[in-house]
T-cell receptor
Framework: SQQGEEDPQALSIQEGENATMNCSYK?????LQWYRQNSGRGLVHLIL?????REKHSGRLRVTLDTSKKSSSLLITASRAADTASYFC??????????????FGTGTQLKVEL | NAGVTQTPKFRVLKTGQSMTLLCAQD?????MYWYRQDPGMGLRLIHY???????AKGEVPDGYNVSRLKKQNFLLGLESAAPSQTSVYFC??????????FGSGTRLTVV
């Protein structure tokens, strides 16, 4: 079953604009992670935010987490054509039964046009 | 530093054939994972390992087996391939509770 659900499913913006993607989840988490996947490639880890954190920055990326609403958002500022990719949120419920299982959403397809 | 390497990158199997996908990591990570990615489904965990000699079932383990005989390697086996196993398979590794490092994937088609 999918824990994280991204919204929107697809997003098209112009270069230089900001892109915002949202993720909602259902159960308690230890941390939430965002990944990028370029077409035909593997996933690349972007940022991890722990359940006791509310906001985190990494370069042009800003992630927020609201555990009361079970939601997170990823903001990409000043987007570039190279940001065109699918973006996935993934929730980590922590170490249970000896292992930690990351549950992925279905992703947001971002297209940045020149 | 190669990260996570998957072989092969592409494979076509006939129904009923068997094969093994190899994953190797050079980061000394304890945790390794196998996922499959299907259109509209996101990534789903097949099996995972928390250390050498240990494996555990994920969300969709049926039809697959795994082995972790060496810390750096994690093998995924299909004993009798079925068309429903047509997918893109990703291996990943990590330290506990940290971001995963993914391989570039194996595109498998079962006809």
């Amino acid at each position: 079953s999918q824990q994280g659900e991204e919204d929107p499913q697809a997003l098209s913006i112009q270069e230089g604009e900001n892109a915002t993607m949202n993720c909602s989840y259902k159960t308690s988490i230890n941390n939430l992670q965002w990944y990028r996947q370029n077409s035909g490639r593997g996933l690349v880890h972007l940022i991890l935010i722990r359940s006791n954190e509310r906001e985190k920055h990494s370069g042009r990326l800003r992630v927020t987490l609201d555990t009361s609403k079970k939601s997170s958002s990823l903001l990409i500022t000043a987007s570039r054509a190279a940001d065109t990719a699918s973006y996935f949120c993934a929730t980590d419920a922590g170490v249970t039964g000896g292992g930690n299982k990351l549950t992925f959403g279905t992703g947001t397809q971002l297209k940045v046009e020149l | 530093n190669a990260g996570v390497t998957q072989t092969p990158k592409f494979r076509v199997l006939k129904t009923g054939q068997s094969m093994t996908l190899l994953c190797a990591q050079d980061m000394n990570h304890e945790y390794m994972y196998w996922y499959r990615q299907d259109p509209g489904m996101g990534l789903r965990l097949i099996h995972y390992s928390v250390g050498e000699g240990t494996t555990a079932k994920g969300e969709v383990p049926d039809g697959y087996n795994v082995s972790r005989l060496k810390k750096q390697n994690f093998l995924l086996g299909l004993e009798s391939a079925a068309p429903s196993q047509t997918s893109v398979y990703f291996c990943a590794s990590s330290y506990s509770l940290q971001g995963r490092v993914f391989g570039s994937g194996t595109r498998l088609t079962v006809v």
